[in-house]
């Protein structure tokens, strides 16, 4: 729809941006706390809950610190954590069978803090790439990522989060097929209310090095992910697979990296018209951080107007490690 204007001077549109209250009545995006999740890397290892080095601000959570960022959320109104955990180097196996045991550090945070802050939704990650000792987010053999025998593992790793009370399940391993073994899984195992937010078009980006050192798989990891996931070249894809996703029984889809991609959840959001999320993932958030302390950037403003870029861009929501500054900003 094309906007009638009359001819200038009878149209001046800067008269809508002359006062505060002005620019405030004609804005057509608002950023909400409600919009945030917060993504928080957990461990147990001893000694490894230190600043993430390429990600300055952003640390790792012990169990108890793990629970203590979920009273934090919850006092500053954000609606969900994420979590990601650091195993221990000497529990990662080719086989990846600490992803699903119930005593893993993440099954044990969602446990703790479902149970001393039940408020906050807790949401998960189903990939292998922590727990293996290859770095990848599946099964390898003989250098190939084997994708039906992975989905079995992402499977039991779903139902032990759910079990532990996990609220949204997040797949973000790529591999063909794992949304549709996922609901049927829950739904025979009788968590039927459990989300699925899907990382449906998850790109093979380089804007993930900060997450790998935060989460340790950067060292393992041999050779890249291009054979699961995205091309940075393709979008038509992105759309296909979303479209897959949803008709498996995904509730919510999820475009990854965020910033870079911009066009892509545009073109989700208008085609589907379904929850719509994006990641603004590791390197964005130390691009902008490494930008600020250089003093070349202000902190709060680059990342205010980041966030609103999602939003206008059609997120209903942005996993975000700034969710608790932009969050205090809000409510300020």
Partial sequence: MQPILPPFPATRLRRMRRSPALRDLAQEHRLSVKDLIWPIFIT??????????????????TLEGAVKAAEEAAKLG???????PFTDPAEKTEGCEMAWNPENISNRVIRAIKREVPEIA?????????????GHDGLVRDGEILNDETVECLVKMGLAQAEAGAD???PSDMMDGRIAALREALEGAGHQG?????????YASAF?????????????????KKTYQMNPGNSDEALRLVARDL????????????????????????????????????????????????GWLDHDKVMMESLIGFRRAGCDGVLTYFAPAAAKLLSA
């Fill in 168 to 170: 949204i399940l997040g």
């Fill in 44 to 61: 147990d290892v001893a000694g490894a809950d230190v600043e993430v080095s390429s990600m300055p601000g952003v640390f790792r959570h």
């Fill in 78 to 84: 954000i609606p969900a954590l994420c979590l990601f």
């Fill in 208 to 224: 993930y090095g900060p997450f790998r050192d935060a989460v340790g798989a950067s060292g393992a990891l041999k050779g890249d």
């Fill in 122 to 134: 807790v949401m998960t990650d189903i990939a292998l790439d922590p727990y293996n000792a290859n």
């Fill in 194 to 202: 459990v989300t699925i937010l899907s990382y449906a078009a998850k």
């Fill in 247 to 294: 008709a498996e029984g995904a509730d919510m889809v999820m475009v990854k990296p965020g910033m870079p991609y911009l066009d892509i959840v545009r073109r989700v959001k208008d085609a589907f018209g379904v929850p719509t999320y994006a990641y603004q993932v590791s390197g964005e958030y130390a691009m902008l951080m490494a930008a600020v302390k250089n």
